[in-house]
Nanobody, 126 residues
């Protein structure tokens, strides 16, 4: 079972930046696609971004496109989410997830992911 640990959350002013990290307990390169989801109070968990198992494909929710960048460092078994131009509506608990797959692409469906981290809080003040 893969364990995922997120870090990098915090409080930031609108327009600021944060970089989230998600460290996996085992090698994920070429085997696991990775994703980021978020859940705001009173709302359902929503897709933010994903990167394919090889790193060759990425996808983003429309709400974060152009502001967030996902990347993975397979040597460190870590995936990152660089978040720029943050808005108050980005406030949420951010979750990292991984999906064991042989597919080349990404998925935004939460139920496709096998393992989840505990989440890290991101709060953007106006």
């Amino acid at each position: 079972q893969v364990q995922l640990v997120e870090s990098g959350g915090g409080l930031v002013q609108a327009g600021g930046s944060l970089r989230l990290s998600c460290a996996a307990s085992e090698r994920t390169d070429s085997t696991y696609a990775m994703g980021w989801f978020r859940q705001a109070p009173g709302k359902e968990r929503e897709f933010v971004s994903a990167v394919s198992r090889t790193g060759g494909f990425t996808s983003y929710a429309d709400s974060v496109k152009g502001r967030f960048t996902i990347s993975r460092d397979n040597a460190k078994n870590t995936v990152y989410l660089q978040m720029n131009s943050l808005k108050p509506e980005d406030t949420a608990v951010y979750y990292c997830a991984c999906r064991r797959t042989a597919e080349w692409g990404t998925t935004s469906r939460a139920y496709d992911y096998n393992y989840w981290g505990q989440g890290t809080q991101v709060t953007v003040s106006s």
